[in-house]
């Protein structure tokens, strides 16, 4: 198991969580693995993740650290003696948990912890104990107060309150902190979706596909001749994490041959002004549509060409490429006589070619 693969686990664990928390709160993220049997990867390893960035992977056999993305200074941010001193409070949790548990063979212990940042203000702190991959207790601290859920009767909430009063929490809203002055760009970031929606090879799929898009929430929606299409016709709609921290996301609606609707795939996203909407028509046989366009554009780009060589040959020192730009881009605007368009008072580098003519 490479590092990559821890990450998206951690990443498809976040998205499984409620959406995401209002534009000016953040959350930040540490989890630890201890293992314990024959396995291929460490023995205790962890990451932290600020919202759903990831910054650091730590490797507890080599007791190293090592950067994700923008790393800047970024061992500035994490004090070593603290995150050793609460490696060693959770290594003696699991210690406790292992004994009152009596795991037989290969064990797992992990812990996840998040705390928020509110509107500028520091929030709430969570931790989460899990083995052999189910959660076993939940940590809860609030405005200095501790409430827990704990299946190991061991917890001593007088010890426990005070560990969370004096290390964990400030410690946590420090790394936020931290983490958050370096990455404040990487997190708030607006990345577009780029969407495309077409037949699916092979068989009678309709696919709409955003990806590259950041943050996370996107909303996709489908319309057949501009009537919304049912969730039970549509497969997919799963959001996954990109490897460069952007997501995707894609529907696939079957559709009928003998069926003629025009469909719509539309796209709203944060980093959007207006939804993005592209159709796909499947009144016109496909086949029709891709020999017409290149006949008809063919067809006038052949006439305008020679068109502009005539007058170009008329109008000695004229440039054949501009005059050709020149009609094509007039020929657009509701037929306008080139002679009303010779009386144009502008400024225009295309005007000066016109009064040329
Ligand atoms: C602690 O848990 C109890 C019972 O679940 C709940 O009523 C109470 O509001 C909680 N207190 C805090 C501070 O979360
Ligand atoms: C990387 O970090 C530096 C300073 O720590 C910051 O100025 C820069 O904007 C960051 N880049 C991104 C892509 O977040
Ligand atoms: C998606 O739609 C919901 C419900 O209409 C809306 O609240 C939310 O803001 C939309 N999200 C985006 C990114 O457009």
């Keep these: 198991m490479n590092i990559n693969n821890m990450d998206t686990i951690l990443v498809l664990f976040l998205l499984s969580l409620p959406t995401a928390a209002p534009n000016d709160s953040y959350t930040f993220w540490a989890s630890a693995i201890y293992t314990k049997g024959q396995t291929p990867f460490p023995k205790y390893f962890g990451t932290m993740m600020l919202n759903d960035v990831r910054l650091v992977y730590y490797n507890g056999e080599t007791d190293t650290f090592i950067g994700r993305g923008n790393t800047t200074n970024e061992e500035s941010v994490f004090?070593?003696?603290e995150l050793h001193n609460i490696?060693?409070?959770?290594?003696n949790r699991w210690a406790i948990v292992e004994h009152f548990h009596k795991p037989e063979g290969f064990s797992t212990f992990q812990v996840l912890v998040l705390c928020q940042l509110d509107k500028g203000?520091?929030?709430?702190?969570?931790t989460?104990?899990?083995?052999?991959?189910?959660?076993i207790d939940e940590l809860h601290w609030y405005n200095g107060t501790l409430n827990y859920t704990a299946q190991v009767p061991t917890i001593d909430y007088n010890a426990t309150s005070k560990q969370f009063e004096n290390l964990f929490y400030p410690y946590c809203i420090q790394l936020l902190n931290g983490f958050l002055g370096k990455r404040i760009n990487q997190v708030n970031r607006k990345v577009k979706p780029?969407?495309?929606?077409?037949?699916?090879?092979?068989?009678?799929?309709?696919?709409?596909r955003a990806t590259g898009f950041y943050p996370r929430d996107i909303n996709m929606t489908l319309f057949r001749d501009?009537?919304?299409?049912?969730?039970?016709?549509?497969?997919g709609g799963?959001?996954?994490?990109?490897?460069?921290?952007?997501?995707q996301m894609r529907k696939i609606l079957e559709i009928s041959a003998d069926e003629k609707h025009i469909y719509s795939c539309t796209v709203s996203h944060v980093s959007l002004d207006n939804k993005l909407s592209l159709e796909y028509d499947n009144r016109t046989p496909l086949?029709?549509?891709?020999?017409?366009?290149?006949?008809v554009l063919g067809l006038v780009l052949i006439s305008v060409t020679v068109i502009a060589i005539i007058q170009a040959k008329k109008r000695r020192g004229v440039a054949v490429v501009p005059v050709f730009l020149w009609r094509r881009k007039h020929a657009g605007k509701a037929g306008v006589p080139v002679q009303h368009v010779n009386s144009v008072d502008s400024g225009h580098s295309n005007d000066s070619m016109i009064n040329d003519l």
């Design 87 to 91: 490696g060693q409070a959770i290594q």
């Design 238 to 247: 799963d959001l996954l994490p990109n490897d460069d921290g952007t997501y």
């Design 121 to 126: 203000r520091p929030g709430q702190m969570i």
């Design 194 to 208: 780029e969407v495309r929606f077409g037949q699916k090879s092979p068989g009678p799929h309709l696919l709409c």
């Design 287 to 295: 086949k029709l549509v891709i020999i017409l366009i290149p006949t």
């Design 79 to 81: 004090n070593s003696n």
């Design 128 to 135: 989460w104990e899990a083995l052999q991959g189910s959660t």
């Design 226 to 235: 501009g009537q919304l299409v049912a969730d039970h016709e549509i497969t």
